[in-house]
């Protein structure tokens, strides 16, 4: 399982999250879904995407967005938003 984070992460409060994601997340051996590609159960990676909003009242948020793709082909399988 690979986790990569491909946004630049601006303030602490969001790198704070990722790496409390990474440290629960470091157990799992691995995310497994089954791949339409594949036709099989497959292992999946983990992209981590941080973007930081602003809401009406002007406070600033980070949502950190997890997509899974397929380790074998790289097939987009789901994503999730936190």
Do not use: P, W
Not at 41 to 54: K, R
């Amino acid at each position: 399982m690979t986790h990569e984070i491909s946004s630049s992460i601006r303030d602490n409060q969001g790198r704070e999250k990722v790496e409390n994601f990474l440290k629960v997340h470091r157990n799992i051996r691995a995310f497994t879904a089954y791949c339409l590609h594949c036709r099989v159960v497959t292992n999946l990676s983990v992209s981590i995407t941080l973007a930081t909003i602003t809401d009406s009242d002007g406070q600033a948020h980070t949502i950190a967005s997890r997509t899974y793709h397929c380790e074998s082909c790289g097939l987009f399988v789901r994503s999730k938003e936190d």
